[in-house]
């Protein structure tokens, strides 16, 4: 494998930090994946019509498939005290449940406004779970947007999970943490079982009555950067984290893998014999979009803390240039090994000011440019070639045999401009 | 607190914004908390405009809460101020900041911009989308018109002006079109035309007219209230949707002006003679249930009794400020009119209703989808294909025109009918047949071909994972690798050996 290298007069640029309107979702939108997630699990946020409309606006047509989620919106009688916050919250619960009998998890979800009013939910999900005998089990999170962004919202929900799940014990097992796509699930097990390691969990789990144990002979895995607050109420609860890039492109999925399996003690032999054909597979699919993305300038604007494992991933194993890569947030001991491998030289950026960066993407004219659905149009408008980011939480795109279908996700739009006369 | 699924309108700075975006040269600060910019993409996405709206949000966190909010809303408004330079600012709260009780009217005034900057005060846990873009059309009418001395217009030519065009609105570019070419043709010139494009100035021209059109009343309303009191204009409050409304509409212009309406005005309307044409009696007494905003549901009331000939089975409206207006018109048709911003309720009205043809939002299209209704969209909200690059007017006797196709073509056509039940056991013609235009999704399914090498279980388990979108393609694909590689068993690896193959 090689490394990538630079001229040894090079200096890191600064991380440039800047405060400013940030245009980014909140961590309500998570709901949006991990209801498709949780098949058994329903979301209510407790909010305003704002929130409510933003999860509509977020899910598109999705939301009419039979939705697992909904909004208690309060109302101006909740707010003059005139309606007792707490009966009100339990009213609404006991008419869902009537409702949906089939749920069995069901998460408070907090926002803005119940933060700002200082609503307790947790407090809540503890009495309505005591009420409802645990069935369905009642829990409370906050996706709230002056708490959290985007996918931190998941980060949220499995934190909330974590104290729930059953004591491990001494049994040893693997525990794969951040939602993938079932597909992605089903090829990640294979791989580990093929490996040798005998027990393989994901957190969360497709059903609320399979969440897996943990204990101190769990070693968890993230298979998403932006879990912090999980991994560190998993490490509460005895789990050690195995620290790896994440496994996005054919390398970061080697690695991550290799990480796991150093960590249960496995031969590498063995773990070369098995990831060998899918790492080749991955190669060669790879090979055909490398050359329509080699040497493209591409600019991240902040949004999930994906960007820099799927920088990397462009950089390394795509041969793109990196002309500023911004996350929301940088969590600095999850991002070590992605880090270490992303060019030498990449300009970084953490938070937002979006005016100053819009400046900074028009002065470098980037060939592409990853952004959230506000800025895409627009963008487009101006002759630059957007990649709306949200795509990629939704696609399965983890593991080698959705490498070359992540890194079609950048070479399409530019393919399409290639090929459109109008 | 009320249990939500689905929301009809957004919040009330949503219709804020709405304004905003329509004008030129007006900048709207916002104070909200991080996420809020999740409304721009309404505008970006759903009405695919070309450039962002002019909204300045202040995103304060959790760590900004506490006195550090007012200082962040200053600057805000400061650099959206350097930045955009405005003619004139709107400032206010979301739904959270009205909780943290800064005041952005004050904020903004402590600042002496050289600029108008007009504070909107919108009660978010009270009112709505449409109530939010009312209130923020009248109060930059009021502070434009401020000083404005009504203006003697004796022996002036008749002008009018339009209101209520805006952005997101359903259909009101083309609206705005057909509006315009009808009152050319009715010889009355246009003064102001707002929101859509009017600039702030251009407001404060608004009392040289002889009368406003209130084109969206959800929108307009106030403002032309406003102006009737003020200035003593006259409001035309006729919608022009539908033939005998556009009608109604080209006569109160004309009584207006004090002429009279001109022979060819219908010239290219059509939709009278499709109506009486022979394959449309079948459309007699089909049972229509309507559900929109209000003006919308008591427009496409009026077409769809009186100028299609349909039973009207439910009339409602989400619009709870029009409750009066639409249970009038309920009475006319005999029904009771559902007032109702709740979506379950509806589903409800309608599945007790038994309609043949649902007309409504986007919602009661999923409504309808799910209750094996036909259905069109006659109202806001709707999705982007409601936003079509084609012409597509409801106002005016091209939206005559369209309307008619509209509200038709989700039904069979009268041959198609016919024949129906003449050969009902016949295989293409029989009671289980959906609508032929429903095309590919309602076709029997088509016998796959014949398997040559055989699926491992597990390699057909994989491959139900795989989107059903191009759950065929991968099918295919794999058969054909497998064909080509001689294998005769697919097992997994040969999915991924096959996807990794077509992929080069």
Same mark, same amino acid.
């Given at each position: 494998?090689?490394?990538?290298?630079?001229?040894?007069?090079?200096?890191?640029?600064?991380?440039?930090?800047?405060?400013?309107?940030?245009?980014?979702?909140?961590?309500?939108?998570?709901?949006?994946?991990?209801?498709?997630?949780?098949?058994?699990?329903?979301?209510?946020?407790?909010?305003?019509?704002?929130?409510?409309?933003?999860?509509?606006?977020?899910?598109?047509?999705?939301?009419?498939?039979?939705?697992?989620?909904?909004?208690?919106?309060?109302?101006?009688?909740?707010?003059?005290?005139?309606?007792?916050?707490?009966?009100?919250?339990?009213?609404?619960?006991?008419?869902?449940?009537?409702?949906?009998?089939?749920?069995?998890?069901?998460?408070?979800?907090?926002?803005?406004?119940?933060?700002?009013?200082?609503?307790?939910?947790?407090?809540?999900?503890?009495?309505? =779970?005591?009420?409802?005998?645990?069935?369905?089990?009642?829990?409370? +999170?906050?996706?709230?947007?002056? %708490?959290?962004?985007?996918?931190?919202?998941?980060?949220?929900?499995?934190?909330?999970?974590?104290?729930?799940?059953?004591?491990?014990?001494?049994?040893?097992?693997?525990?794969?943490?951040?939602?993938?796509?079932?597909?992605?699930?089903?090829?990640?097990?294979?791989?580990?079982?093929?490996?040798?390691?005998?027990?393989? =969990?994901?957190?969360?789990?497709?059903?609320?009555?399979?969440?897996?144990?943990?204990?101190?002979?769990? !070693?968890?895995?993230?298979?998403?950067?932006?879990?912090?607050?999980?991994?560190?109420?998993?490490?509460?609860?005895?789990?050690?984290?195995?620290?790896?890039? +994440?496994?996005?492109?054919?390398?970061?999925?080697?690695?991550?893998?290799?990480?796991?399996?150093?960590?249960?003690?496995?031969?590498?032999?063995?773990?070369?014999?098995?990831?060998?054909?899918?790492?080749?597979?991955?190669?060669?699919?790879?090979?055909?979009?490398?050359?329509?993305?080699?040497?493209?300038?591409?600019?991240?604007?902040?949004?999930?803390?994906? %960007?820099?494992?799927?920088?990397?991933?462009?950089?390394?194993?795509?041969?793109?240039?990196?002309?500023?890569?911004?996350?929301?947030?940088?969590?600095?001991?999850?991002?070590?090994? %992605?880090?270490?491998?992303?060019?030498?030289?990449?300009?970084?950026?953490?938070?937002? =000011?979006?005016?100053?960066?819009?400046?900074?993407?028009?002065?470098?004219?980037?060939?592409?440019?990853?952004?959230?659905?506000?800025?895409?149009?627009?963008?487009?408008?101006?002759?630059?070639?957007? !990649?709306?980011?949200?795509?990629?939480?939704?696609?399965?795109?983890?593991?080698?045999?959705?490498?070359?279908?992540?890194?079609?996700?950048?070479?399409?739009?530019?393919?399409?401009?290639?090929?459109?006369?109008? | 607190?009320?249990?939500?699924?689905?929301?009809?309108?957004?919040?009330?700075?949503?219709?804020?914004?709405?304004?905003?975006?329509?004008?030129?040269?007006?900048?709207?600060?916002?104070?909200?908390?991080?996420?809020?910019?999740?409304?721009?993409?309404?505008?970006?996405?759903?009405?695919?405009?070309?450039?962002?709206?002019?909204?300045?949000?202040?995103?304060?966190? @959790?760590?900004?809460?506490?006195?550090?909010?007012?200082?962040?809303?200053?600057?805000?408004?400061?650099?959206?101020?350097?930045?955009?330079?405005?003619?004139?600012?709107?400032?206010?709260?979301?739904?959270?900041?009205?909780?943290?009780?800064?005041? *952005?009217?004050?904020?903004?005034?402590?600042?002496?911009?050289?600029?108008?900057?007009?504070?909107?005060?919108?009660?978010?846990?009270?009112?709505?989308?449409?109530?939010?873009?009312?209130?923020?059309?009248?109060?930059?009418?009021?502070?434009?018109?401020?000083?404005?001395?009504? *203006?003697?217009?004796?022996?002036? *030519? /008749?002008? /009018?002006?339009?209101?209520?065009?805006?952005?997101?609105?359903?259909?009101?570019?083309?609206?705005?079109?057909?509006?315009?070419?009808?009152?050319?043709?009715?010889?009355?010139?246009?003064?102001?035309?707002?929101?859509?494009?009017?600039?702030?100035?251009?407001?404060?021209?608004?009392?040289? @007219?002889?009368?406003?059109?209130?084109?969206?009343?959800?929108?307009?309303?106030?403002?032309?209230?406003?102006?009737?009191?003020?200035?003593?204009?006259?409001?035309?409050?006729?919608?022009?949707?539908?033939?005998?409304?556009?009608?109604?509409?080209?006569?109160?212009?004309?009584?207006?002006?004090?002429?009279?309406? *001109?022979?060819?005005?219908?010239?290219?309307?059509?939709?009278?003679?499709?109506?009486?044409?022979?394959?449309?009696?079948?459309?007699?007494?089909?049972?229509?249930?309507?559900?929109?905003?209000?003006?919308?549901?008591? #427009?496409?009331?009026?077409?769809?009794?009186?100028?299609?000939?349909?039973?009207?089975?439910?009339?409602?409206?989400?619009?709870?400020?029009?409750?009066?207006?639409?249970?009038? #018109?309920?009475?006319?048709?005999?029904?009771?009119?559902?007032?109702?911003?709740?979506?379950?309720?509806?589903? @409800?009205?309608?599945?007790?209703?038994?309609?043949?043809?649902?007309?409504?939002?986007?919602?009661?299209?999923?409504?309808?989808?799910?209750?094996?209704?036909?259905?069109? /969209?006659?109202?806001?909200?709707?999705?982007?294909?409601?936003?079509?690059?084609?012409?597509?007017?409801?106002?005016?006797?091209?939206?005559?025109?369209?309307?008619?196709?509209?509200?038709?073509?989700?039904?069979?056509?009268?041959?198609?009918?016919?024949?129906?039940?003449?050969?009902?056991?016949?295989?293409?013609?029989?009671?289980?047949?959906?609508?032929?235009?429903?095309?590919?999704? @309602?076709?029997?399914?088509?016998?796959?071909?014949?398997?040559?090498?055989?699926?491992?279980?597990?390699?057909?388990?994989?491959?139900?994972?795989?989107?059903?979108? /191009?759950?065929?393609?991968?099918?295919?694909?794999?058969?054909?690798?497998?064909?080509?590689?001689?294998?005769?068993?697919?097992?997994?690896?040969?999915?991924?050996?096959?996807?990794?193959?077509?992929?080069?």
């Amino acid at each position: 494998m090689s490394v990538c290298t630079t001229a040894p007069s090079a200096t890191a640029p600064d991380i440039i930090r800047q405060r400013g309107q940030r245009e980014v979702f909140c961590g309500l939108t998570g709901i949006v994946w991990l209801h498709r997630r949780i098949q058994d699990a329903f979301f209510l946020v407790v909010g305003s019509r704002t929130c409510a409309h933003l999860v509509q606006s977020a899910a598109g047509v999705m939301i009419f498939a039979e939705p697992r989620f909904a909004t208690a919106i309060i109302e101006e009688r909740d707010l003059a005290g005139r309606a007792d916050l707490d009966d009100e919250l339990d009213r609404v619960v006991t008419r869902l449940i009537e409702r949906r009998p089939d749920i069995k998890l069901l998460f408070l979800v907090g926002s803005c406004p119940s933060e700002v009013i200082k609503l307790d939910l947790t407090r809540a999900a503890a009495r309505l =779970d005591e009420r409802f005998g645990r069935l369905p089990r009642i829990l409370a +999170y906050s996706g709230s947007g002056i %708490e959290t962004t985007f996918t931190e919202g998941e980060d949220a929900c499995l934190e909330a999970l974590v104290p729930t799940l059953a004591d491990a014990g001494s049994t040893t097992s693997l525990m794969v943490v951040g939602a993938v796509a079932d597909i992605v699930e089903d090829q990640f097990r294979r791989l580990f079982t093929a490996i040798g390691i005998e027990r393989v =969990d994901f957190l969360p789990a497709r059903h609320a009555g399979a969440m897996p144990a943990v204990g101190p002979h769990t !070693k968890f895995i993230l298979a998403q950067p932006f879990l912090a607050a999980t991994a560190r109420a998993l490490h509460e609860r005895g789990a050690r984290r195995i620290a790896a890039p +994440y496994p996005l492109g054919a390398e970061g999925t080697r690695l991550w893998i290799e990480a796991a399996a150093a960590a249960f003690g496995i031969d590498p032999a063995r773990t070369e014999s098995v990831l060998a054909l899918p790492a080749r597979r991955a190669t060669e699919s790879l090979a055909a979009v490398r050359a329509k993305l080699a040497g493209r300038k591409i600019f991240f604007f902040p949004d999930s803390q994906l %960007e820099i494992p799927l920088a990397r991933f462009l950089a390394r194993e795509c041969g793109v240039e990196l002309v500023e890569v911004g996350t929301p947030f940088l969590h600095r001991d999850l991002m070590d090994a %992605e880090l270490a491998l992303l060019p030498f030289a990449t300009q970084l950026s953490e938070g937002q =000011d979006v005016e100053r960066q819009l400046d900074r993407c028009r002065a470098e004219q980037p060939d592409l440019v990853i952004c959230g659905l506000g800025l895409a149009n627009p963008l487009e408008a101006e002759g630059i070639a957007t !990649k709306w980011s949200i795509e990629l939480v939704f696609s399965p795109i983890h593991g080698f045999e959705q490498a070359a279908d992540l890194a079609n996700l950048f070479a399409r739009p530019l393919a399409r401009r290639a090929l459109l006369s109008v | 607190m009320q249990l939500t699924l689905w929301t009809y309108e957004g919040p009330p700075h949503i219709g804020a914004m709405r304004i905003a975006t329509a004008m030129q040269g007006v900048h709207y600060v916002l104070h909200a908390p991080q996420g809020d910019t999740y409304a721009d993409l309404l505008f970006t996405m759903i009405e695919r405009r070309d450039r962002r709206p002019p909204v300045t949000y202040t995103t304060f966190q @959790a760590r900004d809460l506490g006195s550090d909010t007012a200082t962040l809303f200053k600057n805000a408004v400061r650099d959206a101020y350097d930045r955009f330079k405005p003619e004139a600012m709107i400032v206010g709260a979301s739904c959270t900041a009205e909780l943290i009780q800064d005041d *952005p009217g004050g904020l903004a005034a402590a600042l002496g911009l050289p600029i108008p900057v007009i504070p909107l005060e919108l009660p978010a846990y009270q009112r709505k989308e449409n109530w939010g873009a009312a209130e923020t059309l009248y109060h930059l009418v009021r502070a434009a018109t401020n000083g404005v001395a009504t *203006p003697d217009r004796t022996g002036r *030519p /008749v002008a /009018v002006n339009i209101l209520g065009p805006a952005a997101l609105g359903f259909r009101h570019r083309d609206d705005l079109i057909e509006v315009t070419d009808l009152l050319g043709k009715l010889g009355v010139s246009i003064n102001v035309i707002a929101p859509l494009g009017a600039r702030f100035a251009d407001l404060a021209r608004i009392p040289a @007219a002889d009368a406003n059109i209130v084109l969206y009343p959800e929108i307009a309303g106030t403002a032309a209230a406003y102006l009737a009191r003020k200035f003593g204009q006259k409001t035309i409050t006729t919608v022009p949707i539908g033939l005998n409304a556009t009608r109604d509409f080209a006569a109160e212009i004309a009584a207006l002006t004090g002429s009279t309406v *001109p022979d060819d005005l219908e010239s290219q309307a059509r939709s009278s003679w499709y109506a009486r044409s022979i394959d449309s009696t079948y459309l007699t007494g089909k049972r229509v249930f309507i559900f929109g905003d209000a003006s919308h549901a008591i #427009a496409l009331a009026r077409i769809a009794a009186t100028e299609i000939g349909f039973t009207i089975a439910g009339l409602g409206t989400y619009s709870r400020e029009f409750a009066r207006e639409v249970k009038s #018109a309920a009475a006319l048709y005999n029904v009771e009119a559902l007032i109702s911003d709740d979506y379950l309720t509806v589903e @409800a009205a309608i599945a007790a209703a038994q309609p043949e043809l649902v007309l409504g939002t986007q919602m009661e299209r999923h409504i309808a989808k799910r209750l094996g209704i036909p259905c069109a /969209v006659i109202s806001a909200p709707t999705h982007v294909q409601d936003f079509p690059a084609r012409h597509s007017p409801f106002a005016g006797f091209e939206g005559a025109n369209v309307l008619f196709d509209t509200l038709t073509h989700p039904l069979m056509m009268g041959l198609e009918e016919h024949l129906l039940g003449m050969f009902r056991e016949d295989f293409e013609f029989n009671d289980q047949a959906a609508p032929s235009h429903l095309g590919a999704e @309602a076709a029997a399914p088509v016998a796959t071909a014949p398997i040559l090498t055989g699926w491992e279980p597990s390699a057909e388990a994989e491959l139900k994972k795989i989107p059903f979108f /191009v759950r065929g393609k991968a099918r295919k694909n794999t058969e054909l690798f497998a064909a080509e590689h001689g294998v005769t068993l697919i097992t997994i690896e040969t999915i991924y050996d096959a996807k990794a193959h077509f992929s080069r």
